[in-house]
């Protein structure tokens, strides 16, 4: 899934959830800024439609920054640093490094930003398709050596959002 999580159109093969237009798209801010409480507003973001399947995902870089967050004098998320867990009000956070640091959300573009985002959806409500066109590659070049045989398999895929108020892709400038 972290494969169709941001990509755009031609360039990755893929319209990602980022960038779909039933996915909300909040005002953006610094990720120096992101706190507990912001984590909050995004969960209230989501509309009642929203299940138990949903999940936080980022890449490392947030998901570190999440992790040590504050409450008050207090670590929001204690069992961050003895296990790597994380659950912001009991939503599973899952890292997904596949999400470059070079997203222009606002502008719709995977590879010429400065920005990260925080992805807070339902994926009970998220469909993942696979076309049904396949194309297989082989080789038989004299470079390989006893007689093997190099193939791939090539398919498209893409992903959409199936509606609106169950996806929230905060972005996170730098």
Do not use: W
């Not at 706190?35 to 980022?58: H, M, N, Q, Y």
């Not at 790597?84 to 997904?96: D, L, N």
């Not at 490094?97 to 590879?111: A, E, F, Y």
């Amino acid at each position: 899934m972290c494969l169709v999580l941001c990509g755009v159109g031609g360039a990755d093969l893929v319209t990602g959830i980022v960038f779909d237009a039933n996915t909300t798209r909040p005002a953006a801010y610094a990720l120096s800024t992101l706190d507990v409480a912001k984590l909050g507003t995004l969960t209230e973001t989501l509309s009642d439609e929203a299940t138990s399947r949903r999940a936080f995902i980022a890449n490392k870089k947030v998901r570190n920054k999440v992790g040590m967050l504050t409450h008050g004098n207090n670590s929001a998320f204690p069992m961050f640093i003895g296990n790597g867990e994380i659950a912001p009000f009991g939503t599973p956070f899952i890292e997904c490094p596949k999400i470059p640091s070079t997203l222009d959300v606002s502008g719709s573009s995977r590879t010429s930003g400065t920005d990260d985002v925080l992805i807070l959806a339902d994926f009970d409500k998220i469909v993942l398709g696979i076309g049904t066109d396949l194309r297989f590659d082989i080789s038989r070049d004299a470079e390989y050596y006893k007689d093997m045989t190099a193939m791939r398999a090539i398919q498209r895929f893409g992903v959409k959002v199936i509606a609106s108020g169950v996806c929230v892709a905060q972005e996170l400038t730098n």
